[in-house]
Structures are given as structure tokens and as C-alpha cells.
């Protein structure tokens, strides 16, 4: 088993919907946990970053985690064409830090 | 947030030829720098880890001798790619995390985008 595993997609979906995407892991020393935002032909840019249990907010993005079920998910509300990207979860802990293989969103005007 | 910069953004460079492209921490001290690949439309692949002031983990299938790393200070990593061939055309990412907290985010550079002609 892999230790982060997240669907790499393509996810499409119609512009104001809601985007949905998560990743497992099976490493419970993963204590904290990160979304990142890739745009084609640049570096993954840092989107949310949480500790705990429960949901993060942060504009239209929403961070949650169940560290009881080794799953996170990254929610975007209200999605435009400008948040089509590739999105990576990555999580850590005892200073290690995996990350997820990336799901390709395209929203679609 | 933290600022990782890379350099050069993009290098072309003819077959038989070194590249070396560098990795900073321009606000924090980077005891862990990583080392990424990416073709177009796919993930990234980590290629090594490097540790300030020892010697890189790579990821199994990466040829060390060809890739190579040197995380020589706390700000500075770097990634040569000796006798390139076209087949190491790709992008490649830095990553670095801050060295002060246990557990840290990591912060990405802008990516360098290697042709090999």
C-alpha cells in the first residue's frame, strides 16, 4: 500500500460547482497535513495547511481531515475557471513528508 | 509564505553538456531540500532528498552518478544533471522545508523547465 494515495483524475466540472477531491494515507505518524496548487509549467503554490481534526476554511476552499479514517479532503466552492489546476495533498509527521500524486481539475466556463 | 527560489527558470542546452540548477530558501533555514521531475500532464516524481551537510537520498531508479546533489548550506541546494540527453527533458521542481520546527510545510520553487537538443 502506498503511503499517500490520491486519484489523479482528470476531474471536470461545470464553472460554480462544487470541486471535491481527497487522499488516504496509511501512516498514522501523519500528524499535519497540506493541499497544494500546481498551474501549468509553474511550482505547487501552498493552498491550506491544518493540524487538526475537523474543517479549515479559507475563502471558497475548505481543508478537512479524519485523522481517525486516514482521509483528507479539499473542497472548492462556487469553482471558476481560474482554479483549474492540478491540486497535491501532502501530510507529515516525526519529520517525514509524502505527497500525493496530484488530481488535474478542469473547470469549465 | 516561505520563499523558495529557483534558478534558472528555463535552460536549453545541447547533448553531452552539465546542467546545474539551483534551490534557495530566501526567509528560512532549509535542513531538507527535495528534488522533483515532472513530464507534461503528470505528477511529480521525487527524485532525492537532501539533508544541509550530508549525502542525498535517491529515490530508487535515479542514478545518482547522473544526478547530482549538494546541499552544501542551509539556504543553497543544487542539481546538476551531468552528460544530458534528451530523455532528462523534463521539469524539475525544488522543494524546501523550514528547519526551525519539527514539523514543517514544505515550499516549492518555480521549477526549471530542462531541454536537451
Known amino acids: 500500500q502506498k503511503e499517500v494515495e490520491q486519484d489523479p483524475g482528470p476531474l471536470s466540472v461545470p464553472e460554480g460547482a462544487i470541486v471535491s477531491l481527497n487522499c488516504t494515507y496509511s501512516?498514522?505518524?501523519?500528524?499535519?497535513f497540506m493541499w497544494y496548487r500546481q498551474y501549468s509549467r509553474k511550482g505547487p503554490e501552498l493552498l491550506m495547511y491544518t493540524y487538526s481534526s475537523g474543517n479549515k476554511e479559507d475563502g471558497r476552499f475548505t481543508a478537512q481531515v479524519d485523522k481517525s479514517s486516514k482521509y483528507i479532503s479539499l473542497f472548492i466552492r462556487d469553482s471558476q475557471p481560474s482554479d483549474s489546476a492540478t491540486y497535491l495533498c501532502a501530510m507529515g509527521g516525526n519529520n517525514r513528508l509524502a505527497f500525493g500524486k496530484g488530481n488535474q481539475v478542469v473547470v469549465i466556463p | 509564505g516561505a520563499v523558495v527560489s529557483q534558478h534558472p527558470s528555463w535552460v536549453i542546452c545541447k547533448s553531452g553538456t552539465s546542467v546545474k540548477i539551483e534551490c534557495r530558501s530566501l526567509?528560512?533555514?532549509?535542513?531538507?531540500m527535495f528534488w522533483y521531475r515532472q513530464f507534461p500532464k503528470q505528477s511529480l516524481m521525487l527524485m532525492a532528498t537532501s539533508n544541509e551537510g550530508s549525502k542525498a537520498t535517491y529515490e530508487q531508479g535515479v542514478e545518482k552518478d547522473k544526478f547530482l546533489i549538494n546541499h552544501a548550506s542551509l539556504t543553497l541546494s543544487t542539481l546538476t544533471v551531468t552528460s544530458a540527453h534528451p530523455e532528462d527533458s523534463s521539469f524539475y521542481i525544488c522543494s524546501a522545508r523550514d528547519g526551525t520546527g519539527r514539523n514543517t510545510e514544505a515550499f516549492f520553487g518555480q521549477g526549471t523547465r530542462l531541454t536537451v537538443v
Open positions: 501512516n498514522s505518524a501523519f500528524q499535519y
Open positions: 526567509d528560512f533555514q532549509a535542513t531538507t
